[in-house]
């Protein structure tokens, strides 16, 4: 009996559950131009090799072409712009000093297997040995 009282209420709430979706108010939604709207662009860009500036929306910014830079920029300075978890802040002399001290070997093993609270190779898992080299280099280049 209880099965058959549960069978029927589970019945009837799942059918106003389904009835309901048939009802909604989706007037617009679905119009072309409301899903164009939705998926269209923040910006352009424009890109031109050799460092170039370029113009994009009023603004002009100069092309990344170095691959530590490119490197720092998508993965480390989530980091290391502010110190996070401990990490040497960019530009910081006194933050990279002592580091800088234990040599580039040091840095690239720390970078690579992870150190404290940093990640192996600092989450970024496609950068090459190379590309963290840069990555480091970049940061040093800037906090000396």
């Not at 989706?26 to 899903?35: P, R, V």
């Not at 860009?45 to 929306?57: D, F, I, L, M, T």
């Not at 006194?94 to 940093?118: N, V």
């Amino acid at each position: 009996m209880k099965r058959l009282l549960l069978s029927t209420l589970f019945g009837i709430f799942g059918a106003i559950f389904l009835i309901s979706f048939c009802f909604a108010d989706l007037s617009g939604s679905l119009d072309e131009q409301h899903i164009l709207l939705r998926i269209k662009p923040e910006g352009e860009v424009n890109v031109e090799a050799g460092g170039q500036p370029v113009k994009s929306a009023g603004v002009t910014k100069p092309v990344v072409t170095d691959i530590g830079q490119q490197r720092y920029e998508k993965y480390c300075h989530i980091c290391h712009e502010g110190g996070l978890a401990g990490a040497p802040k960019f530009g910081d002399k006194s933050d990279w000093a002592p580091r800088i001290s234990e040599g580039m070997d040091t840095l690239f093993e720390h970078a690579l297997k992870g150190y404290k609270a940093m990640p192996p190779k600092g989450t970024c898992m496609d950068c090459s040995d190379e590309d963290l080299k840069k990555a480091i280099e970049y940061m040093i280049s800037h906090s000396k």
